[in-house]
């Protein structure tokens, strides 16, 4: 291994092929260098939709959750309420979404995609797979598959 500290008069040392063995070993790197292939495209195909990472999230729960209150999306996504708040007032006032009275609780709401939401969403979530479907495009079905149930392992 070599020295921690070396001496101001020590041959400066050149590069040539940069060692990333150690790296390649550590589940965190692999899962990043994975998630940036496909987290650098993301803002670019969604900006036709003018939505972020947090923004196609909460939007695709709703989608596939009608009315499904703001708490459940707190504790799904992990995002704080007052965080929540100001992106579902945004949504809201762009016309994607709209409350309506949860037929349990007097007291919750529930989220709903207005028609223009549900139009905006099916091209984007259409607009997603295509994304992942290119960004995994050399691992098999069964690959993939596979991938996604390991990943799920270690953080459900």
Same mark, same amino acid.
């Given at each position: 291994? /070599?020295? =921690?500290?070396?001496? /101001?008069?020590?041959?400066?040392?050149?590069?040539?092929?940069?060692?990333? #063995? +150690?790296?390649?070993?550590?589940?965190? +790197?692999?899962?990043?260098?994975?998630?940036?292939?496909?987290?650098?495209?993301? /803002?670019? #195909?969604?900006?036709? +939709?003018?939505?972020?990472?947090?923004?196609?999230?909460?939007?695709?729960?709703?989608?596939?959750? $009608?009315?499904?209150?703001?708490? *459940? =999306?707190?504790?799904? =996504?992990?995002? *704080?309420?007052?965080?929540?708040?100001?992106?579902?007032?945004?949504?809201?006032?762009?016309?994607?979404?709209?409350? *309506? $009275?949860? /037929? *349990?609780?007097?007291?919750?709401?529930?989220?709903?995609?207005?028609?223009?939401?549900?139009?905006?969403?099916?091209?984007?979530?259409?607009?997603?797979?295509?994304?992942?479907?290119?960004?995994?495009?050399?691992?098999?079905?069964?690959?993939?598959?596979?991938?996604?149930?390991?990943?799920?392992?270690? +953080?459900?």
């Amino acid at each position: 291994m /070599p020295p =921690l500290f070396v001496s /101001p008069d020590a041959t400066p040392c050149a590069v040539d092929t940069v060692d990333t #063995r +150690y790296l390649e070993t550590l589940m965190g +790197y692999n899962a990043r260098r994975a998630a940036l292939s496909i987290i650098e495209l993301f /803002p670019v #195909r969604m900006a036709p +939709y003018d939505l972020r990472p947090v923004d196609f999230s909460i939007l695709s729960l709703i989608t596939h959750n $009608p009315g499904i209150t703001s708490r *459940q =999306l707190s504790t799904v =996504l992990k995002i *704080q309420p007052p965080n929540l708040v100001a992106k579902i007032s945004g949504f809201e006032k762009r016309g994607l979404i709209q409350r *309506q $009275p949860h /037929p *349990q609780d007097g007291r919750a709401v529930g989220l709903h995609l207005t028609d223009e939401g549900a139009q905006t969403m099916a091209m984007a979530e259409q607009t997603a797979s295509a994304l992942e479907n290119e960004a995994t495009s050399r691992l098999s079905a069964a690959e993939k598959k596979t991938l996604i149930r390991l990943l799920q392992k270690i +953080y459900l």
